[in-house]
């Protein structure tokens, strides 16, 4: 069924693991990963983004949802990804999503107070839970100065604060993530102090990890070598997010990944046989290698697998 996030996260938080966020865009990409959360059994996150909005429009990626829900059986929470805007997030929840998120972590403190407040009042009030965040994802330099750091980071006092003037369901944390395929310059790390002290002083309550693609070798080389230009690409070491899931961080948000998979699958097809013009041949592997990614992502990252 189409659930909320409440108690996966509940669920997730008391026995240490994170539910697996997937952007979708696509038929092949949701076909994807809902067979392999099905044979791993976990409870799963479809989110849409305002760029899949577009490429897609609406209906279809809330029935393409619809008819995932209905086929799987899984329970599956469809959540408005970096909602800009009250009236975007207030036209998600009333077309049947079960979750948003209000990004205005690039507003003032009280500004994303008042906003995220407004998002919550209106969502609580049909039954539909709330990610805010606080701190900017940012494309970070491994020698970042620390006031750099506090500049962009999410301050740990400030996100009690947050939490408890706003009635927000889980909040979006920067501790040195950041979107896309190029995320350190240098050696990848996260604020692992920064993460615990937001967790002890916000306990029980659900973190999300936002740019937390790990940028697979396999399919970077892939890509690489099937056409591909996507030199020095480098994401989020897959033991550093697991580690995060062990304080407090309940949702993990993977597109990057998603989008190596079935790149790498399509150059791949594409190059093997030059005589094809059937979508389908080169869909279907790039399916497959979506699933299989998000079958390792759930068994070996995240520990989502048999918690239904
Ligand atoms: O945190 C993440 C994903 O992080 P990742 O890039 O590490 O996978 N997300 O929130 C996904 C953001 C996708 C937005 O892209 P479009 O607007 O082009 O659809
Ligand atoms: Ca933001
Ligand atoms: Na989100
Ligand atoms: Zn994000």
Redesign the pocket.
Known sequence: PLVTSKELFTKAYANKYAVG?F?V?NMEIIQGIVSAAKTENAPLIL?V????RK?ASPIYLRKLVEAAVEDSNLPIVLHL??GESFDICKQCIDDGFTSVMIDASHHSFEENISITKKVVEYAHSKGVVVEAELGR?AGVEDDVQVSEKDAIYTNPEQAAEFVQKTGVDSLAIAIG?????Y?FKGEPNLDFERLQEIAKLLPNFPLV?????T?LPEFLELCNQYGGDIPGAQ??PEEMIRKATQFGVCKV???????LAMTAAVRKELFADPKNFDPRKYLAPARTAIEEMVRHKIVNVLGSDNRI
């Open positions: 966020a952007n865009n989110q983004s305002a760029g899949a490429y990804d970096h994802l993530t950041s979107h896309g395929a995320k990890l936002h740019g937390a693609s940028v994401g989020v948000n993977i597109d990057t990944d998603l989008r």
